[in-house]
């Protein structure tokens, strides 16, 4: 480097330090300043030939690492000391004696606990994870500061983490989702919990990250303006009780879009919640209660509240000491939104965590021992002996992270999965390729079916083939949208392929039947064989169901008069847009009995008229030969009916694809007016389905309905379910 360099370099390095004294949260004494002095110049001194992959000085980094220290977390002038000195005793040839002489008991052993969790080996194993994580919490035995430092330490690192290489980007993200998020969220640090999921994110699954991030970026717009709709509405009335306030946008992290996009396996547009309206207001403590329910006295004047979604965290905050008051209101342009009514002093909490709990209770005296207080409190909660360190984990990211799980691969790499995934999912996870050619799994070295239901801590590996290729089955156990549509391409690719053969095989058939294959006659065969398209039937000649008998049927009644039958057969072309593509399916090759067509029995044709597929039938119980079927029109239809009524049961022929079956949709709403007629009104008269059974309860302005409908299938379903969703008032539908 160059002696301007150098120069430029040391003038930065003093900048950030005045800086660092700057923005700390808490006031500093002169003794306090003295110290961090101290401690940056004997930092600046152990760490001058060392460098950071970036190119730059690394003295930058326990300098960003006390500022976060200082400023976001808001500790005291002792942790930012021991932040600048946190590598010094790993890294340099300082030892923690030297440290100790230099800076007291209580910095050398703030130091001493990071120094031990850096060095811990940094083993795959799963359960030596877990272990490294639980000795890293009992040295909060020393000082709880060691772990928030810690917490620092790791969120500067995930910051500057673009110049790492990649696996190491993924897997120091990995264990900061695992680890670290949970730990910040569960000492109150929400700013940083959500900076370091955001980030883990961005560096285990980029695209997703880019993804949202630009989605987030072009409806800023949109929002701002909805949250200033939002804001007119309220204002006069809040300036009216002389309230001082700020509302402001919150939007909800890239992280949580995307647990929620994964876990109610719905789009970007879809998650409606993207961003809540915070109301931030001054008041002096005596009032500060009293005012929130003013405020949201005001808010529900112009805003429909939803009751079920009211949280009174001011009366009882959570064990973290978040303080606030949550309600979810019908917005402007009919949409829901949640509102969060806190003061400024709760908001401070809310994002400093303790160390703004600490400042506000300071004057009080019998609250003066709060950082013990809350050490001990940490300590109870986080320490239990009896647990083991892969349970003790496992308990503590249950209760954070309920909708997700976290697997380890065979390299002991982590992956998130949604809940209830499968090792089908995992492989599809972890590459195409691997997904496709899955032959089995072991979970934790035990082979387990492809079902399987894979829980957090499990280690995964997938046992692939070469030969092994996606079948029907697998749609039953693969629950993530990536799994699915992978497997259903690759099978749509199947059927092709097969069909592709089948082609050629019917061509050569045909011309064994002196039968020109051409358009006319591959339609004739479609019609004959009760088919949808020309691929149905190639791909049933290449699996063998059409077979060489078949043919000859066909080749038959091209030259006789079942021509006409089959004239008789063709019924009118079904919208292809409401058919199930994939299935395979005859018209009518099912018989079902009784006055709701739903059941199917044991059953035999009669003798006496010999019905077919498609003819009108019905059902006589006989004495020793179970259910026979007879024609409508048999000759001794009428004999029967007369004498043996109560034996007749209903019968009729289906298309099994086509069957019509029950649905049972749940909806949630605001108990609007005209409200239920508009439901009904969308499943009558805008799509064609059956209404069997309705049932709509209202209590305090709140509707839940229950609706029995029968349709033809899953995507008509959707279809009136997305429907019903846009109707101003719903809050929710769902299939029960
Ligand atoms: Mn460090």
């Given at each position: 480097m160059t002696e301007a360099a150098i120069e430029k370099e040391n003038k930065q390095i003093a900048r950030q330090y005045k800086e660092l004294l700057r923005i700390s949260y808490r006031s500093l004494s002169d003794e306090d300043k003295k110290l961090i002095r101290k401690a940056f110049d004997i930092s600046v001194e152990a760490h001058k030939d060392q460098r950071r992959k970036s190119g730059e000085a690394y003295i930058f980094h326990p300098i960003a690492v006390a500022k976060i220290v200082a400023s976001e977390i808001g500790l005291d002038a002792t942790s930012i000391a021991a932040a600048l000195l946190h590598d010094v005793v790993e890294d340099t040839k300082y030892t923690l004696e030297e440290i100790q002489e230099m800076f007291g008991e209580t910095v050398a052993k703030i130091v001493d606990g990071l120094t031990k969790i850096s060095s811990l080996k940094k083993d795959k194993d799963v359960s030596l994870q877990a272990e490294n994580f639980r000795k890293m919490l009992l040295t909060l035995n020393d000082d709880v500061r060691v772990i928030i430092i810690k917490i620092a330490d790791r969120l500067h690192n995930m910051q500057t983490m673009d110049v790492m290489r990649p696996d190491k980007q993924e897997k120091i993200a990995s264990e900061t989702l695992y680890i670290y998020a949970p730990l910040a969220h569960r000492i109150g640090l929400y700013n940083i919990k959500t900076e370091l999921e955001d980030l883990g994110l961005k560096y285990t699954e980029p695209e997703v990250y880019k993804d949202i991030h630009t989605k987030i970026k072009e409806s800023k717009e949109e929002q701002d303006a909805y949250i200033k709709e939002f804001s007119r509405v309220i204002e006069d009335s809040l300036n009216q009780e002389e309230l001082e306030y700020e509302i402001k946008g919150r939007p909800k992290s890239i992280y949580s879009i995307n647990r929620k996009m994964k876990a109610q396996n719905v789009s970007f547009d879809e998650v409606y919640d993207k961003f809540a309206i915070r109301i931030i207001y001054n008041s002096d403590p005596a009032n500060e209660k009293f005012l929130a329910w003013k405020i949201y006295?005001?808010?529900?004047?112009?805003?429909?509240?939803?009751?079920?979604?009211?949280?009174?965290?001011?009366?009882?905050?959570?064990?973290?000491?978040?303080?606030?008051?949550?309600?979810?209101?019908?917005?402007?342009k009919g949409r829901w939104v949640e509102v969060q009514?806190?003061?400024?002093?709760?908001?401070?909490?809310?994002?400093?965590?303790?160390?703004?709990?600490?400042?506000?209770?300071?004057?009080?005296?019998?609250?003066?021992?709060?950082?013990?207080?809350?050490?001990?409190?940490?300590?109870?909660?986080?320490?239990n002996p009896d647990v083991n360190a892969v349970d003790f984990v496992e308990q503590f990211k249950l209760n954070l992270y309920s909708k997700e799980i976290f697997v380890f691969t065979p390299q002991g790499d982590l992956k998130?999965?949604?809940?209830?995934?499968?090792?089908?999912?995992?492989?599809?996870?972890?590459?195409?390729?691997?997904?496709?050619?899955?032959?089995?799994?072991?979970?934790?070295?035990?082979?387990v079916p492809l079902s399987h239901e894979l829980k957090s801590g499990d280690q995964v590996e997938i046992i692939t083939s070469e030969n092994a290729k996606p079948n029907?089955?697998?749609?039953?156990?693969?629950?993530?949208?990536?799994?699915?549509?992978?497997?259903?391409?690759?099978?749509?690719?199947?059927?092709k392929e097969i069909a592709e053969e089948g082609k050629a095989i019917l061509a050569r058939k045909l011309k064994a039947q002196k039968i020109p294959f051409n358009e006319k006659s591959v339609n004739e065969l479609v019609v004959f064989f009760n088919l949808k398209t020309s691929l149905d039937l190639f791909y049933r000649v290449g699996i063998g169901k059409i077979d060489n008998q078949k043919l000859k049927e066909f080749a038959n009644s091209r030259s006789n008069a079942l021509v006409s039958y089959i004239k008789r057969k063709i019924k009118k072309p079904v919208i292809a847009e409401d058919l199930n593509k994939d299935e395979i399916t005859t018209r009518y090759d099912q018989l079902v009995f009784g006055r709701d067509e739903d059941e199917t029995l044991e059953y035999k044709l009669a003798n006496c008229c010999n019905p077919i597929p498609g003819d009108k039938v019905f059902g006589f119980v006989t004495v020793n030969d179970g259910i026979k079927v007879h024609k409508k029109d048999c000759p001794n239809a009428l004999q029967l009916q007369s004498n043996y009524a109560y034996r007749i049961i209903p019968a009729k022929w289906i298309d099994s694809s086509q069957q019509d079956f029950k649905a049972v949709i749940k909806l949630t709403g605001l108990d609007n007016v005209g409200l239920v007629s508009e439901v009904t009104q969308e499943i009558s008269s805008n799509l064609n389905v059956n209404m069997k059974k309705i049932n709509f309860e209202s209590l305090d302005g709140v509707f839940n309905g229950r609706i029995t409908l029968v349709v033809k299938n899953n995507s008509i379903l959707n279809k009136i379910i997305d429907r019903l969703k846009k109707i101003n008032g719903i809050d929710k539908v769902s299939r029960e």
């Open positions: 006295s005001i808010v529900t004047d112009h805003f429909r509240p939803n009751p079920t979604r009211l949280r009174d965290w001011i009366s009882s905050p959570k064990s973290t000491g978040y303080e606030a008051l949550h309600i979810t209101v019908m917005g402007p009514i806190r003061s400024s002093r709760m908001n401070e909490i809310a994002e400093k965590g303790y160390a703004a709990h600490y400042k506000y209770k300071q004057g009080d005296v019998q609250e003066d021992h709060g950082i013990e207080e809350w050490l001990n409190k940490l300590q109870e909660a986080l320490e998130s999965l949604p809940k209830s995934s499968t090792p089908l999912d995992f492989a599809f996870s972890i590459h195409t390729e691997i997904g496709l050619k899955t032959r089995g799994a072991r979970v934790n070295n035990k082979l029907i089955n697998w749609l039953d156990y693969a629950t993530t949208a990536r799994a699915r549509a992978k497997i259903k391409s690759s099978l749509k690719e199947e059927k």
